[in-house]
């Protein structure tokens, strides 16, 4: 299996483009899927009785075949962007669903206690402590969600979008290795530097996590 | 300040925490709640602010029903310790301190430069303000509670077991450091533990909870230990009450002479003139180190100290450290019976500890002499150690 340099070479533009569309489907879904998923985590980590039938139905819905997923909504919203975002975004709930509410569970009952101690109200001691302080662990789910959805929009190619999956087809129907490789090598450096970016800005946003105890 | 009415207060398990409580907490003053696990005491504490509402009854603080103000605000306006200091992990140190004042809204500019103040009152560096919790040790970290806590200077401060978690050193430091402040600040300080050596230590007044919510007695230290009210309270109080009761008076009125000359053993003193140790003088042994007492120490290091001299002589400084004579085991034994019939007289003992001032206890009527009546466990025979009994206090220090 060779890799036809100038192949590379003539489409860099093409390649640019869907590696950009790629990405913009990816991180789309990722943020839909916060959005979705933060009130969600609140309200299970609040209401518990609601916990349990809100991480079960994401549980179940992860499980759906991602094709599945594609074909069940195209009635609503066809061949379109909108289609792949969704599908993804539901495979991003059940890692940012579970974290979220995990991360919130990890605050420390005194913290919370103190922060109402101290005259704190609801709404802004979860927005200054608890979600702060559940940080670290929802920022691991959104690691995973955003690298599996990196992974996953390719299988978007069926309903005529995903980005670099595009390169797989071309080159499975044109037998020419080529696109192929260049879309794995491209989708995994995707990957790995929103992984890199994600690190960093869960670097930024927990000073607290760094420096351990000095003498 | 702080009144309670014929507080109720049972959980909706069943279990009843706090039992028909009715108690006044006087303004600046430290009031400790005691009593084992599962007694109702920080129940009591949490009703203040609000972290729990009563099933029934009236608390006040200062004069208004704690149920009719916004939780939250009434929050701000009241000083609260927990133990393991429930500091924010995420915030710095400065920005701790500074919760209340921001909720207030004082800005942050203004809420810092008070936070920056608070670290040196309460003792700690400037550059700590930088640091987060987890960067500080374990005393560290409660001095940092207690500012936050007095950030807005609220009038009560409200402690929950706040030494709790830190080692027996350092716990003995930040109760020191509480007293201090206690006196520039004259808070109204309630005040939770299990510990009834720091209760004897902190308190003014003390309220001794048993299980199922019950108060059985409030009293000042001195009264509780001379008196206790019943048979629970003594137990809590533990074997070694006298002694503790010896741990309120000051050595002051203890009379001194001056150190020997000549006898079995003298006492060396450095160029200073501060007692070093004892010699004999044969020196067969080796010297025996000395622990000076100054006056504002209590009758109870004077008593330990009299028994580790081999002399029975204690060692007396002034301010400077300077020797100014001696006192013996005697003396120092006839001024630990005198306290103690003071204290069952509930006349408060001449001088109280060196950091509050004596209290009387409004509501406990002092018993003429005849009346006295020493309860059987308190005789321990101290009081026909030098002879006759003496009918009253005034005849007996004469």
Known sequence: ?215 | MIQFDTVHKRFPNGTTAVHDLTLDMPEGGVTVLVGSSGCGKTTTLRMINRMVDPTSGTIRVGGKDVLEQDAAELRRSIGYVIQQSGLFPHRTVLDNIATVPLLLGWGRRKARARAAELLETVGLAADAGKRYPHQLSGGQQQRVGVARALAADPPVLLMDEPFGAVDPVVRTQLQDELLRLQRELNKTIVFVTHDIDEAVRLGDRIAVFRTGGHLVQCASPAELLARPADDFVADFLGAERGLKLLSLTTLADVPQAPAPEGGAWTLRLDATGAPVAWRHKDAESADIPVRPLRDTDSLLSALNESIAAPSGLVARVDAAGVLTGVSSRDDIHEHAGVAHEQGREGVPSGARGTARAAQDDPHTPVKGPGQTEPRAEDGTGDTDADGAPAPTTAERSA
């Open chain 1, 1 to 215: 299996m060779t890799v036809d340099w100038s192949w590379i070479s003539d489409h860099t533009d093409d390649l640019t483009t869907l590696t950009l569309s790629h990405l913009q489907a990816a991180l789309t879904a990722v943020l839909l899927g916060l959005v979705v998923s933060l009130p969600l985590a609140v309200v299970a980590h609040r209401v518990r009785p609601l916990r349990g039938l809100l991480l079960g139905l994401s549980n179940v819905l992860f499980t759906i075949p991602s094709i599945a997923i594609f074909v069940l909504l195209l009635p609503v919203s066809g061949l379109t962007r909108t289609t792949t975002v969704i599908g993804l975004t539901i495979y991003t709930l059940v890692v940012l669903l579970r974290n979220t509410v995990e991360g919130l569970d990890s605050v420390p009952a005194k913290t919370k206690e103190a922060a109402k101690a101290m005259g704190t109200r609801p709404l802004r001691t979860l927005l200054t402590v608890e979600l702060p302080l559940a940080l670290p662990v929802i920022m691991a789910g959104v690691r995973i969600a955003t690298v599996m959805a990196i992974s996953l929009v390719s299988v978007a190619t069926y309903i005529g979008d995903g980005g670099l999956g595009q390169l797989f087809t071309d080159g499975f129907q044109r037998n020419f290795p080529t696109p192929v490789i260049v879309g794995v090598v491209l989708t995994l450096l995707l990957a790995l530097v929103a992984d890199a970016l994600l690190v960093t800005l869960q670097y930024v946003l927990t000073p607290w996590t760094r420096r351990k105890r000095s003498a």
